[in-house]
């Protein structure tokens, strides 16, 4: 995503450096459970937080403004949580992976 936001409309923070997560309100754990962003002063989390992400970045925007319908996010927030039961999986896959 960051080759991808050629203007820089999105600051991206490492919320797993405590310097980071101690200006932060929220739980550092609960940062890294789920995907978070802010859109217009508001935090959102999970698909929605994606979808605002893809609103930032031009090439991505049609997908971020079609996710802003209730029925695309739904089924959106759905797949991702569906993505978060089997993260820990991927992620051990992956990291096998890249040691080779």
């Given amino acids: 995503m960051r080759r991808l936001d050629r203007r820089g409309a999105i600051r991206f923070v490492d919320v797993s450096d405590p310097a980071n997560g101690a200006a932060c309100p929220i739980d550092p754990a609960d940062l890294l459970a789920r995907f978070h962003a802010m859109e ?3 935090l959102l989390s999970g698909a ?3 979808a605002a992400m893809w609103r930032a970045i031009p090439v991505l925007r049609p997908i971020g403004l079609i996710a802003r319908l209730p029925p695309v996010l739904w089924l959106l927030e759905r797949l991702y949580r569906r993505f978060l039961t ?5 992620q051990r896959r992956l990291g096998k992976v890249a040691l080779r």
């Fill in 40 to 42: 217009c002063g508001r």
């Fill in 86 to 90: 089997i993260r820990p999986a991927l």
């Fill in 48 to 50: 929605a937080a994606f």
